[in-house]
């Protein structure tokens, strides 16, 4: 006992491998936040949590970002009665989409696709995530801003369609800004079109006609992405 | 056997990258030797199953990874080290270790020591608090093995694993593939001929697509004998002389 303490030779039967193996996996040890802690209850793989809460587009910087972009617009909204909020949501959530998964934004995406968890899985938990809070952030934006409330909800079936357009663009081009790009693009062309139709680029938001249409467009560009992320075979 | 391949190809539009391997491998250190192009990386990302085959048959621990469900078995028993890593350098070494320990779906509880003894492993225990960005290219090699090993794998794949790495770490290196080889199968794809001597008791040669050559490092030196093969070291003169004599 005596020895101990002085730096003199350990007992022979002390293993200081294994002794220091348990040392530096306390000392290493990464504690999780409530976050992930929780998301990892949610989805029963703490695996799948860690890659939740590394999604770009949940990071403290990007949520920041678009609170300001929303704030903003809700605070236009209020003093000029156009409803911005509506107009500006659906291509927020489509840049948060385009920067939540793929090559273009994981450093490691080859060896992520050698993983048990698999990467089909990560796309799906990390999208539905960074569109329920957009979703919710929009929502709490448009409330703020005094929107009517068939624009207030208005924006959330286009907000699909432009976040499905984006998240396949940058899956099929391997690049989360050309994801950005077709979803704002895609938003553009839709709300002009509107305004070309019938003098208000609103009807894009209230017209129960185009509900299909926007169904329609999430539906395959969302088969779009299944087909872009199967394990790759045949001649390709 | 850890890996049977049966008349394996993979095409990539008209370019034959991996023709008609057939291989099989038990515990031990397996080294794929070839020149570039060779198809050693096509190979390998089919048994990362990152890839599927065009055509052939692939079992890896005895199961069929063309399902989800053996898929994912096999994956949980595998560790990969491509040959562009790519990392997060806001990661530090353990963090990094750790995120693809949990992907390879470990126990939680058993993550921290499977993550330290990894780190010590690859000799980066005095760098496991740095982050990825302020590394060297040859301690982020070392990291890249250290997520492989994690998970104390049975089937180890490894794409140019020296690459970076300084003589003294590539002999640490070799050490470690040896002692990693008795209880799994290590397969290590290299153009260092002396790696495979130093650490491999098997080796495949590989030539536009084909295995050329298969069998021990000595019975691949031993090709030489007779010939003006080139090269610097026994070896090497093998290696070249089994190209030479397929080219020819």
């Known amino acids: 006992m005596s020895d101990i303490g002085t730096g003199a030779t350990p007992p022979p039967d002390v293993d200081l491998d294994r002794v220091w193996i348990g040392v530096a996996a306390q000392v290493w040890r990464r504690q999780p936040g409530p976050a992930e802690r929780t998301a990892g209850r949610l989805l029963r793989s703490p695996g799948l949590a860690r890659a939740l809460l590394t999604t770009p587009s949940l990071l403290l910087p990007w949520l920041i970002a ?6 903003v617009g809700a605070v236009a909204t209020r003093g000029t009665g156009e409803p911005l909020v509506a107009l500006l949501a659906p291509g927020v959530a489509g ?9 273009g934004i994981d450093p490691a995406w080859e060896l992520s696709r050698s993983m048990a968890v698999s990467d089909r899985m990560v796309l799906l938990v990390r999208a539905f995530a960074v569109f329920a809070v957009n979703a919710v952030l ?3 934006a448009s409330f703020a801003s005094g929107t009517a409330a068939a624009l207030t909800f208005g924006w959330l079936i286009p907000m699909t ?3 499905a357009l984006a998240l396949a663009a940058a899956t099929v081009v391997r690049s989360p800004n050309a994801g950005v790009a077709a979803g704002l693009a895609g938003w553009t062309i839709t709300l002009l079109s509107g305004q070309a139709a019938t003098g208000q680029y609103t009807v894009v938001l209230s017209a129960s006609a185009l509900v299909p249409v926007y169904l329609a467009v999430a539906a395959v560009c969302a088969a779009v992405v299944a087909y872009a992320t199967r394990l790759p075979k045949g001649t390709t | 056997m850890n890996v049977e391949i049966v008349d394996l190809t993979r095409r990539f539009g008209r370019t034959e990258a991996v023709a008609g391997v057939s291989l099989q491998a038990g515990p031990g250190v397996f080294g794929l030797l070839g020149p570039n192009g060779a198809g050693k990386t096509s190979l390998l990302r089919m048994l990362a199953t990152v890839i599927q085959p065009s055509s052939g048959t692939l079992r890896l621990l005895g199961r069929d990874p063309g399902s989800y469900g053996p898929r994912r078995e096999i994956r949980r028993r595998l560790g990969y080290l491509p ?7 806001g990661f530090t070494v353990a963090e990094f270790v750790e995120y693809f320990a949990l992907l390879k779906d470990m126990p939680p509880s058993r993550v921290p020591a499977a993550v330290a003894t990894a780190v010590e492993r690859t000799g980066l225990g005095d760098k496991a608090r740095a982050k990825l960005r302020t590394l060297s290219g040859g301690m982020l090699r070392r990291a890249g093995i250290a997520q492989a090993i994690v998970n104390e794998p049975d089937l180890l ?7 970076g790495l300084d003589p003294e770490q590539r002999v640490a290196f070799r050490a470690l593939l040896r002692d990693l080889g008795e209880r799994a199968t290590v397969i290590v794809s290299t153009h260092l001929v002396e790696d495979v001597g130093a650490a491999c ?7 536009a697509g084909k295995v050329v050559f298969y069998g021990t490092p000595a019975e691949l030196t031993a090709r030489a004998d007779g010939t003006d093969a ?15 004599a397929v080219r020819s």
């Not at chain 1, 678009?66 to 704030?71: I, R, W």
């Not at chain 1, 840049?95 to 090559?103: E, K, L, Q, R, S």
């Not at chain 2, 008791?201 to 030539?207: E, F, G, I, K, R």
């Open chain 2, 201 to 207: 008791t098997q080796v495949a040669l590989m030539d």
């Open chain 1, 138 to 140: 929009g929502l709490a």
């Open chain 1, 95 to 103: 840049a948060g989409i385009a920067y939540a998964y793929g090559p």
């Open chain 2, 230 to 244: 080139a090269g610097d070291a026994p070896l090497e003169r093998g290696y070249s002389a089994v190209l030479a």
């Open chain 2, 157 to 163: 794949l490894l794409d140019e694993p020296t690459a």
């Open chain 2, 83 to 89: 040959q562009n890593l790519g990392y997060y350098p």
């Open chain 1, 161 to 163: 369609a432009v976040c």
């Open chain 1, 66 to 71: 678009s609170v300001a972009v929303l704030a």
